[in-house]
Nanobody, 123 residues
Framework: QVQLVESGGGLVQPGGSLRLSCAAS?????????IGWFRQAPGKEREGVSC????????YWPDSLKGRFTISRDNAKNTVYLQMNSLRPEDTGVYYC???????????????WGQGTQVTVSS
C-alpha cells in the first residue's frame, strides 16, 4: 500500500528554519518520476512549492524560493526532505508531499498524498 507520511512541522519564529520529512512506503521514491511538496495557507488554495525528479533534478515555485528552500532525497531512508530557511509569516500553512508522474506545480499530476504537517511562522 502506497503511503506518504510528513513530519517536522511546528511553530517557528520569523527567520527560523525547519526541515520537513516525507517518508514513503509501498514504493521506492527514487524510481518514481516526481515527489512534490505543496502547501496550503489559511483561506487559500493548495499550491506547489517544490519537486524532485527520479534523476535528482529539482524545481521550485516560484523559482525565487530556491534561495530559501532546498528539496533533497535520502534513498536509503526512502525519504524526501524540504529544508526551509529564513522563514516568513507568509510561509505558514499545511505542507503536503505527494507522488507524481511529472514534476509540476499542478495537483493534477500527483496521485498519492500525505496527510500534511502544519508549519506556523510567527513571533
Amino acid at each position: 500500500q502506497v503511503q506518504l507520511v510528513e513530519s517536522g512541522g511546528g511553530l517557528v519564529q520569523p527567520g527560523g528554519s525547519l526541515r520537513l520529512s516525507c517518508a514513503a512506503s509501498g514504493f521506492t521514491l527514487k524510481d518514481y518520476p516526481a515527489i512534490g511538496w505543496f502547501r496550503q495557507a489559511p483561506g487559500k488554495e493548495r499550491e506547489g512549492v517544490s519537486c524532485i525528479r527520479d534523476h535528482g533534478g529539482t524545481a521550485y515555485w516560484p523559482d525565487s524560493l530556491k534561495g530559501r528552500f532546498t528539496i533533497s532525497r535520502d534513498n536509503a531512508k526512502n525519504t524526501v526532505y524540504l529544508q526551509m530557511n529564513s522563514l516568513r509569516p507568509e510561509d505558514t500553512g499545511v505542507y503536503y508531499c505527494a507522488r507524481g508522474t511529472l514534476c509540476a506545480a499542478r495537483e493534477y499530476w500527483y496521485d498519492h498524498w500525505g496527510q500534511g504537517t502544519q508549519v506556523t511562522v510567527s513571533s
